[in-house]
């Protein structure tokens, strides 16, 4: 079992910046991926960004340029820093942790930019 937890959501205003944290714990050896997905009101849940153990990144297009993932092994952290915020990055930002066994979500932490 992997438990995440994310944390760092807020309100922003346009162009301006975030750093999501998520945390994992428990069978943290077995995770061979872990990515940022996002939903926001009346969509479809979508991949933001992933990265591998090997530190290979993946990006939508939407924010490449703009958000940054990277993971920290020895703490166990991904973060995702999101850059020249726009009003439709608006959403509920997900952590997920993949392990060959299974794959698991954080609780989501809420992201708003607006003026």
């Known amino acids: 079992q992997v438990q995440l937890v994310e944390s760092g959501g807020g309100l922003v205003q346009p162009g301006g910046s975030l750093r999501l944290s998520c945390a994992a714990s428990?069978?943290?050896?077995?995770?061979?991926?872990m990515a940022w997905y996002r939903q926001a009101p009346g969509k479809e849940r979508e991949l933001v960004a992933s990265?591998?153990?090997?530190?290979?990144?993946n990006y939508a297009d939407s924010v490449k340029g703009r958000f940054t993932i990277s993971r920290i092994n020895a703490n166990n952290t991904v973060y995702l820093q999101m850059n020249s915020l726009k009003p439709e990055d608006t959403a509920v930002y997900y952590c997920?942790?993949?392990?060959?066994?299974?794959?698991?979500w954080g609780q989501g932490t809420q992201v708003t930019v607006s003026s």
């Open positions: 428990g069978s943290i050896f077995s995770i061979n991926v």
């Open positions: 997920k942790a993949w392990t060959v066994q299974s794959n698991y």
């Open positions: 990265i591998t153990n090997g530190g290979i990144t």
